[in-house]
Every structure is written in structure tokens, then in C-alpha cells.
């Protein structure tokens, strides 16, 4: 929860290839208070059965800069093993999952809260600001 001295934030993940929740991918939590100010690890979570993270960490007065960093490459290994035979949908892409891993870093401001959904498919993704 946000207050007049701090902002906050929530994510949740939605892949859009399978038209579900993404669950069970682990989000870390990085803020700085300027642009030249190193990150400092907040600390993570995971998404829930509805591709949520209810307990992310609160941000410190201050922060200025917030980092998502979302480990997909689990999820993706999983799910491809789930789906074997679905060969033609999940192409090889040489390296096994093309995006191992999603960092967002976005501005926030005090007394905002700040929701930032990931829209993930195997070769691609997008964010956006929501409420």
C-alpha cells in the first residue's frame, strides 16, 4: 500500500499463448532512489494460480526507480515439457526459451501505486501500466 511518503506496486502475468494465469514465476523486486543510484534488492515473490504476486515487498521512501526482473525460463521449460507434442507451436528457438528472463525498470512517484501486468508468449512480450 502506497502512502503520501512512498509508492507501491503489483504485477500480475497473463501468457497470452495459452489465454491463462502464468503461475509460479518468480519475481524480484529492485528499487533506487535516482538515476545514478545503484539497485537495491527488495526481495521477490512468486505468481499465484490467478498469475498474481499479492506480497511484494513495500517500497522504501524515496525510491524513484522500480525494477521487475521475472524469471519466465522455468515456467517455459515446464510447459514445454507439458506439451511435447505441440512441436509446430513451440518452436525451437535454438536456445531452448528465446526470453529467459524479463526485466522492466519504470519511474514511479510518492503516494502512487504503480501496477505493471506482463503479457508473455514464448517469442515475446509486453507491459503495460494498469490500475
Known amino acids: ?4 511518503a512512498t509508492a507501491s506496486v503489483s504485477t500480475h502475468i497473463l501468457d497470452t499463448s495459452a489465454g491463462r494465469p502464468a503461475e509460479g514465476v518468480a519475481v524480484q523486486l529492485s528499487a533506487r532512489s535516482g538515476r ?32 521487475l526482473d521475472f524469471a519466465v525460463e522455468p515456467y517455459f521449460t515446464d510447459r514445454q515439457a507439458d506439451a511435447q507434442q505441440d512441436a509446430p507451436a513451440n518452436r525451437d528457438s535454438g536456445a531452448g526459451v528465446f526470453f529467459p528472463e524479463v526485466a522492466i525498470t519504470f519511474a514511479v512517484v510518492p503516494g502512487e501505486h504503480y501496477h505493471v501486468p506482463l503479457l508473455l508468449n514464448p517469442f515475446g512480450y509486453s507491459v503495460y501500466r494498469g490500475s
Do not use: I
Not at 500500500?1 to 503520501?4: E, G, I, Q, V, W
Not at 545503484?38 to 498474481?52: E, F, I, P, V
Open 36 to 67: 545514478a543510484d545503484d539497485w537495491r534488492a527488495l526481495g521477490g515473490s512468486a505468481t499465484d494460480a490467478d498469475g498474481r504476486c499479492k506480497d511484494l515487498p513495500a517500497l522504501p521512501e524515496g525510491t524513484t526507480h522500480v525494477r
Open 1 to 4: 500500500m502506497s502512502t503520501s
